[in-house]
């Protein structure tokens, strides 16, 4: 029998493939496709106090084994997705996580005050629709010049305190690569109260348009993701996990259950799935089962046979 469960502070994780914000929405699409249910967990669309339009000009642009993505954020604001998306999550038989961005120190604790009223509210009536909040410290600090709140520690420890103390659910905290020391950041995160981390957020680069003697983006840079980034991300998440006790979560390029293995084995808990649901539609359900087949043919009974192995 394959043990391929975990959990992270109570949080059942039925498998460790999650799918990460910002590539599956809320589920619904890719539910018409496959059951989600059959997915560890799901972190939605990236979420902020207010609605956002996002970026102008071109959003997404192909890479060599990977994708540029210069979205911005667009959502339609926290308020709306408790009022449209939470009675879907209900019926979901998976961990479900809410991705939470902000450009001020107050939009963050604003927005987890929204979610913890509402789940809440819903436990009183016996229901759950949200069983972790990820916290995305990648985003600009608009107080502060547009530098991300994750670059510097000084500046995240601010941000993890305050959303800790005014949210009670489980936490993760979203870690950025271009933070000045990321290891030094887990730590932190775990020092002021989350109960786990998660990375790699995208990587920051570029594409010109020669001919066009221009940046292909409207920003000049974007997210880095995908395959490409694999490497990055891997040794990130063995520095990380050699330095917290707290779980963490790992991605960056996963397009297989070999890559899963590899991110497990580095010390991941479980991890997300980005760009490669947009390689295949199906990646989650298809990921799970190949998840099980190899362990079988690696005669790994559990994952925590191999976790932090390296």
């Known amino acids: 029998m394959i ?3 975990s959990e992270i502070a109570g949080v059942h994780f039925k498998n460790p493939v999650v799918m990460a914000s910002g590539t599956f929405g809320f589920g619904r699409e890719y539910g018409k496709l496959y059951d989600v249910s059959c997915l560890g967990g ?3 669309k990236g979420l ?3 609605p956002k339009t996002g970026n102008s000009g071109i959003r997404v642009y192909e890479t060599a084994s990977g994708m540029l993505n210069s979205v911005g954020l667009e959502n339609t604001g926290i308020a709306a997705f408790l009022e449209r998306e939470c009675a879907y999550w209900e019926t979901l038989d998976t961990a479900r996580i809410v991705n939470l961005g ?3 120190l107050e939009d963050y604790v604003l ?5 913890q009223e509402d789940a809440d509210k819903r436990l009183r009536s016996g229901k759950t629709a949200v069983d972790m909040i990820e916290l995305n410290i990648s985003c600009p600090n608009v107080k502060e010049g547009g530098i991300a709140f994750g670059v510097k520690t000084c500046a995240a420890k601010e941000v ?5 103390k005014a949210a009670k659910l ?3 905290v979203k870690l950025s690569p271009n933070a000045e020391d990321i290891a030094e950041m887990a730590q932190m995160c775990q020092e002021e109260g989350a109960d786990a981390v998660s990375l790699i957020n995208t990587i920051s680069g570029m594409k010109i348009d020669v001919r066009r003697r221009r940046s292909v983006f409207d920003n000049l840079y974007a997210g880095l993701s995908g395959p490409a980034v694999k490497p990055v991300a891997l040794r990130m998440v063995h520095q990380v996990a050699k330095r917290v006790k707290i779980p963490v979560i790992g991605m960056g390029g996963i397009t297989s259950a070999l890559d899963i293995l590899e991110f497990i084995m580095a010390g991941a808990a479980v991890v997300q799935v980005g760009t490669y649901n947009f390689m295949n539609l199906r990646a989650g359900s298809t990921l799970v089962e190949e998840l099980e087949h190899l362990m079988e043919a690696e005669n790994i009974c559990s994952l925590d046979e191999i ?3 390296i």
């Open 3 to 5: 043990k391929l469960s």
């Open 42 to 44: 799901i972190s939605g």
């Open 48 to 50: 902020t106090l207010n």
């Open 102 to 104: 902000g450009g001020t």
């Open 111 to 115: 927005g987890a005050e929204m979610i």
């Open 160 to 164: 993890v305190r305050a959303v800790r």
């Open 170 to 172: 489980p936490l993760a």
């Open 307 to 309: 976790r932090g192995i």
